[in-house]
Structure formats: structure tokens, C-alpha cells
């Protein structure tokens, strides 16, 4: 029962770590990522996902979660069939320690979406401190 749990615990963990992908109807998914750097953390989800598509929905959240006058941002990632990476635009959270901004966004790509994610990071001004990147899946 012991070893049960713990593979339990483990498979859990796992899934937190890595991102998640539940099913929804009619085939839909949800695709989820979440990554945490110094200074900042944040989450994706993009609802209704079907797979291959052209467009997504994609919401998203940044956490400020030190003190320190840096401003922390989000951007969407996403995949092409060729593996191809777009770097949306950034969005930023301005309100200081202890503040989440959420995003709602969509994104467009004629060559096609085959997956998303997300990075989070810590500005001085335009200079990226440090940052973190998340897939969704298979990333």
C-alpha cells in the first residue's frame, strides 16, 4: 500500500511540474502550463483545444512575488508543425509584490499551432533578469 501511494504521489507531482492536458467534450482539450522564476511565477490555460488549429484562446496570469522595484512579465509561446517557436508580446504586472495581473489573449498562426506555452521573466527596465518556459505538452 506504501509503494502505491508513493507511486501515486509521484505520478501527481509530475503532472504539476510538467503542465497538464484534460480532456473536455467532443474531443476538446485543455491545455495547461505553470512556471515559477525568481521573482515571478505564472500559468496558461488555453481551453477548447482540438489540436492542430490556426487559432487558440489563451489565458494566462503573472504573479509579482518579491519586493524589489523589477517589473515581471508573460508571454505566450506557441509551436508550429515544423517546431517553429512564435514569441508573442509580452504583457507586464505592475502593481508590486503580491499582485497577479490575468491576460486574456488569442493567438493566430497561418502555419498552424501544434502546441503552447508560456515564459515568464523579471525585467530591470528592458533587460531580461532571468526567466522561466513552460510547454503544455511534449515541449
Keep these: 500500500m506504501k509503494k502505491r501511494i508513493t ?3 509521484a505520478i501527481l507531482s509530475s ?3 510538467t503542465g497538464f492536458v484534460t480532456a473536455t467534450p467532443a474531443s476538446a482539450y485543455t491545455l495547461q502550463a505553470y512556471c515559477t522564476t525568481t521573482g515571478a511565477g505564472g500559468g496558461l490555460t488555453v481551453p477548447n483545444f482540438y489540436g492542430a488549429t490556426d487559432h487558440i484562446e489563451a489565458d494566462m496570469s503573472i504573479y509579482d512575488s518579491l519586493a524589489d522595484g ?16 512564435h514569441y ?14 490575468d491576460i486574456n489573449t488569442t493567438a493566430k498562426d497561418d502555419s498552424g499551432i501544434f502546441n503552447a506555452g508560456i515564459q515568464v521573466a523579471r525585467f530591470e527596465g528592458g533587460t531580461l533578469l532571468n526567466s522561466c518556459t513552460k510547454w503544455t505538452v511534449n515541449g
Design 70 to 85: 523589477h517589473e515581471v512579465k508573460i508571454r505566450l509561446l506557441t509551436k508550429t508543425a515544423t517546431n517553429t517557436t
Design 7 to 9: 507511486t501515486a504521489a
Design 15 to 17: 503532472a504539476i511540474i
Design 88 to 101: 508573442w508580446a509580452w504583457h507586464g504586472n505592475y502593481g508590486g509584490q503580491g499582485t497577479t495581473q
